[in-house]
């Protein structure tokens, strides 16, 4: 049981940092934002972004930034499902 809740955890903390790239891709915010307001390096934001490198292959700090920005922006995910 203790391994599914962690199991579901990590898909929610992945489908929000998922959220954030995709409103990158849509236009919403761009990846210096992110990066200047977390402090997190702008080019992995970006390298993602454009499909360049996974979301699964971000370091652990950045990562945490997008979930930082997902957390300081809510009313820019509210219509992301």
Same mark, same amino acid.
């Given at each position: 049981m203790k391994k599914d809740g962690k199991i !579901? *955890?990590?898909?929610h903390l992945f489908k929000r940092a998922k959220e954030v790239i995709l409103a990158?891709? =849509?236009g =919403?915010?761009?990846a210096y934002r992110v990066g200047v307001?977390?402090?997190v390096n702008v080019m992995?934001?970006?390298n993602v972004s454009e499909r360049r490198s996974k979301?699964? *292959?971000l370091s652990f700090t950045t990562a945490l930034g997008l !979930?930082?920005?997902h957390e300081d922006h809510p009313e820019l995910f509210s219509?992301? =499902?």
């Amino acid at each position: 049981m203790k391994k599914d809740g962690k199991i !579901l *955890n990590q898909e929610h903390l992945f489908k929000r940092a998922k959220e954030v790239i995709l409103a990158i891709q =849509k236009g =919403k915010i761009t990846a210096y934002r992110v990066g200047v307001e977390t402090g997190v390096n702008v080019m992995s934001v970006q390298n993602v972004s454009e499909r360049r490198s996974k979301l699964e *292959n971000l370091s652990f700090t950045t990562a945490l930034g997008l !979930l930082q920005y997902h957390e300081d922006h809510p009313e820019l995910f509210s219509d992301e =499902k």
